[in-house]
C-alpha cells in the first residue's frame, strides 16, 4: 500500500474486509473490467468469503480459496509477480468472469534489504552450524530475487470471451419470425463487456419484444422503454410462445423453470454451461442453447432479424396488450403510495415513490436489503446502464457500503445513493466512517421497520411465531452523526416532503454522507412472498 501511495495509486482503506471487496466489485461492474481488493493474511483473507469465515495469520488460504475462485497463485519469486498477476487478471475476465485469489507472501514484497535483516542472517558467523544456516538463507533469498532486475512484458493478456456462432444465431431469428407472443428475460450477464452498451440497446430495441430486466440489467432500456414490462411476469411467461433467457438462470427466481410455459420454445444464452442447463429437464425444456456471450448474441440476432409488416402488427400487438396489465398494476400500486403514514409510520411506498421522484438522472442506486429493496426494485427505476447494484442471486446482504464506495471511485461527480434494510445495514454501517474520512459523500436511506421482513412474512403466516425475527427502532441517524455523518430522523412527527428530500440529495451533492433513518410501516405490497 505504502508503494501505491507512492505511485499515485489512490487507497481507499475500510474497516472491513468484506467491504474492500464489494467495492472492487462494483469497480469491475461499472467499469466493466476488474477491480482489486488488497487484504492480510488470515483474519483478513477469511471475511473476503461469504463461508468458513475467522481464521488465524497461519493457515493454508490456497486450500480455503481453491473451491470459490476460478484462479489461486502462490507467489513465491520477485519475478513471478506480473507474469501472475497477469494470468489472474486475464482468468477473472475471461469465459464467465468470477473471483481469483494471489497470495503475496510478505517476503516477496518487502525490499531486498529489510528481508536480509528479518531473516536473521548471522553477520559473524564462526561454527559450522551458524554458517550452514547463513547458506541456507542466503540461497533462499537469491532464489526469491533472481531475476528480478530483468525487464519483463508487461502487455495484458488477451480475455477471451465465448461468441455464438452462425448456425445458432439463424435457429435463434427464425425462432423470433415464427413466434407471435415471445418474452425475453435480462439478466446481469447481458451488460458484460466486450459489447458497447449503445449497441445492445440498439438490439434489444430492434428486436422489440417485451423483455424484464433483473440483476445488473436494470435500467438498460432508460425508464419509460416502450417494450420494457415491469410486472405479470409469471403470468405472461405461461402465456408466451417463445421465451429468450439471455443471461437468466432458472433457478428459484423463476421457481426452477416451472414459470415457463411448457408449449413455448425456448433460447437460453449463457457464457456457462452449468447456468445454462440450470434445471433443464425438470420444470423445463431449452429449444436451442447457446453457450456464448449474451450481448454479442442479441446484436447478432438483430441484424439479421426483419419482420415482415404482419409479423410487425403481432408483435406491436402483443407489446401493447401486456403493457395495459403492466400499466394497470401501476395504477393499482399508485393507489397504494397514495397515503404518507400507515398509523404512526412512514408508507414505505410512498418513501420510494418520492425517492424515485427526486432521483437524478445520473444517480447510482445501491441496494442492500430483503423485503425494502425487492419493493424498491419495482418502484425506484434506475435511470440508464450500469446504474444499479444489488445482492444478486444469493442475497448477500453486506454488499451496500461496499458498492457505494466502489461506485463514488468509478464516478466521483455522480450521486450515489444505498437503499438499506434496517436488517442490512447492520453489516456495513461502521464504513460510514470510511465516507467521511475520505470525503466521500453519499446519500443513505434505511427502511426502518424494527424487523427481518422478508423472514417475518412467511415465519409469522406458517407458525405464528415472530422469534428472531424483531429489532428495535434503533437510531441509526445517531449513529451516523458519530461517525461523523449527517443524521436525519424521518417519521410522521417531521414529516415526508419532496423538498425535504430534494435537500437531502442536495447535501450529498456538496460532498457529505448523509443518513435518513426513515420509520415505515408495513404494507401488503409483497404479500406471498417469503424467504428461509
Not at 499515485?8 to 467495492?23: C, K, P, Q, S, W
Not at 468469503?49 to 475462485?69: H, N, S, V
Not at 517476503?107 to 558467523?125: Q, R, S
Not at 455523518?485 to 412527527?493: C, F, Q, R, T, Y
Amino acid at each position: 500500500l505504502v508503494a501505491a501511495e507512492n505511485l499515485g495509486i489512490r487507497v481507499l482503506d475500510t474497516r472491513h474486509e468484506a467491504t474492500a471487496v464489494f467495492a472492487a466489485d462494483a469497480v469491475a461492474r461499472l467499469r466493466r473490467g476488474f477491480g482489486v481488493a488488497v487484504v492480510t493474511a488470515g483474519p483478513g483473507a477469511a471475511p473476503t468469503l461469504l463461508q468458513k469465515r475467522g481464521a488465524l495469520q497461519d493457515i493454508d488460504q490456497i486450500t480455503l480459496m481453491r473451491p470459490l475462485c476460478k484462479y489461486v497463485a502462490r507467489i513465491t519469486r520477485v519475478k513471478e509477480i506480473i507474469p501472475i498477476l497477469k494470468e489472474a487478471i486475464c482468468v477473472a475476465q475471461s469465459g464467465t468472469p468470477g473471483p481469483v485469489f494471489v497470495e503475496m507472501p510478505v517476503d516477496v514484497l518487502y525490499p531486498y534489504g529489510l528481508v536480509i535483516k528479518e531473516v536473521g542472517v548471522f553477520k559473524d558467523a564462526t561454527s559450522l552450524a551458524h554458517k550452514a544456516r547463513n547458506l541456507y538463507l542466503m540461497a533462499h533469498i537469491c532464489r526469491q530475487f533472481g531475476g528480478n532486475w530483468f525487464a519483463q512484458e508487461l502487455t495484458p493478456r488477451i480475455v477471451t470471451v465465448p461468441l455464438p456462432n452462425d448456425s445458432d444465431i439463424q435457429k435463434a431469428t427464425d425462432l423470433l419470425l415464427k413466434a407471435k407472443k415471445p418474452v425475453m428475460i435480462m439478466g446481469s450477464q447481458a451488460v458484460l463487456p466486450p459489447t458497447d452498451l449503445y449497441d445492445l440497446v440498439s438490439a434489444v430495441k430492434h428486436i422489440g419484444i417485451p423483455v424484464y430486466l433483473g440483476g445488473m440489467s436494470r435500467g438498460l432500456l432508460g425508464v419509460d422503454c416502450t417494450i420494457q414490462m415491469h410486472y405479470c411476469r409469471k403470468e405472461n411467461l405461461k402465456e408466451a410462445d417463445l421465451i429468450i433467457l439471455a443471461g437468466t438462470v432458472c433457478d428459484f427466481r423463476l421457481s426452477y423453470g416451472h414459470d415457463l410455459s411448457r408449449h413455448a420454445a425456448v433460447v437460453a444464452v449463457n457464457r456457462s454451461s452449468s447456468q445454462l442447463f440450470r434445471n433443464e429437464g425438470q420444470f423445463w425444456r431449452v429449444t436451442l442453447a447457446i453457450q456464448a456471450d449474451v450481448a454479442t448474441t442479441l446484436v447478432h440476432i438483430s441484424r439479421r432479424l426483419y419482420y415482415t409488416e404482419k409479423q410487425h402488427a403481432l408483435i406491436a400487438q402483443w407489446v401493447n396488450d401486456l403493457k395495459k396489465k403492466d400499466e394497470a398494476k401501476i395504477a393499482e400500486n399508485v393507489g397504494k403510495m397514495r397515503n404518507k403514514y400507515i398509523g404512526d409510520r412512514i408508507n414505505p411506498l410512498r418513501l420510494l415513490s418520492l425517492i424515485n421522484e427526486v432521483l437524478p438522472k445520473d444517480a447510482l442506486l445501491i441496494a442492500d436489503g430483503g423485503d425494502f429493496v425487492a419493493s424498491a426494485a419495482y418502484i425506484v427505476r434506475p435511470r440508464g446502464p450500469l446504474q444499479w447494484l444489488d445482492p444478486g442471486a444469493f442475497g448477500t446482504l453486506g454488499v451496500g457500503a461496499g458498492f457505494a464506495l466502489g461506485a463514488r471511485v468509478v464516478h466521483p461527480n455522480r450521486p450515489v445513493v444505498i437503499l438499506f434494510g434496517d436488517g442490512a445495514c447492520g453489516f456495513s454501517f461502521m464504513d460510514l466512517d470510511t465516507f467521511v474520512r475520505h470525503k466521500l459523500g453519499v446519500l443513505v436511506f434505511i427502511g426502518n421497520d424494527a424487523c427481518w421482513s422478508q423472514i417475518a412474512r412467511g415465519q409469522l403466516a406458517m407458525f405464528n411465531s415472530s422469534v428472531a425475527v424483531n429489532l428495535l427502532d434503533t437510531r441509526y441517524d445517531n449513529v451516523a452523526a458519530a461517525l461523523g455523518a449527517a443524521g436525519k430522523l424521518i417519521s410522521p412527527e417531521n414529516g415526508l416532503t419532496r423538498v425535504q428530500f430534494e435537500e437531502l440529495f442536495a447535501s450529498a451533492a456538496l460532498g457529505e454522507t448523509v443518513v435518513a433513518n426513515v420509520l415505515i410501516g408495513k404494507t401488503d405490497f409483497r404479500a406471498g412472498s417469503m424467504s428461509v
